[in-house]
């Protein structure tokens, strides 16, 4: 059966749009929280909004832990204030927190490649639907 939920979830995730990415992971990704030992790969990508009213720096973060493997999971990371690479540390934060183990540690032993991409000049309502 899981096989069948696995390929219904492949054939959905494809049909639905890049709008409602967030709500689709939380409905269709209901997968076991990962470990220490499984985590192989962390891909983090965030979109950035700066505020030229106040001069505040926005972001919203997606994250993909063990990307392309069975044990893949996702998650995001909602609109909130920072800027330059606070989009990573609080994804870090997130998993660190669902596994108990230091994830910035990790990353600079070496143990898990992690990827970050950011993209700036995004306007406000591209930020928050990026995590919705």
């Not at 059966?1 to 890049?18: A, P, Q, T, Y």
């Not at 044990?71 to 934060?93: I, L, N, R, T």
Request: a positive charge.
């Amino acid at each position: 059966m899981s096989i069948v939920f696995s390929m219904l979830l492949d054939i959905v995730l494809k049909i639905i749009d890049d709008n409602l990415w967030g709500k689709c992971i939380v409905v269709f990704r209901q997968q076991k929280q990962p470990t220490k030992m499984n985590i192989k790969t962390l891909i983090i990508t965030g979109k950035q909004w700066f505020d030229r009213v106040n001069g505040n720096s926005y972001f919203s973060a997606r994250c993909t832990v063990n990307f392309g493997l069975p044990d893949e999971y996702f998650f995001a990371v909602p609109f909130q204030y920072g800027y330059d690479s606070q989009f990573e540390y609080a994804c870090y934060q997130r998993l660190s927190e669902s596994t108990g183990f230091d994830i910035i540690a990790l990353k600079y032993s070496g143990k898990i490649k992690v990827h970050s991409d950011l993209q700036t000049g995004c306007t406000k309502k591209e930020v928050k639907a990026f995590s919705n």
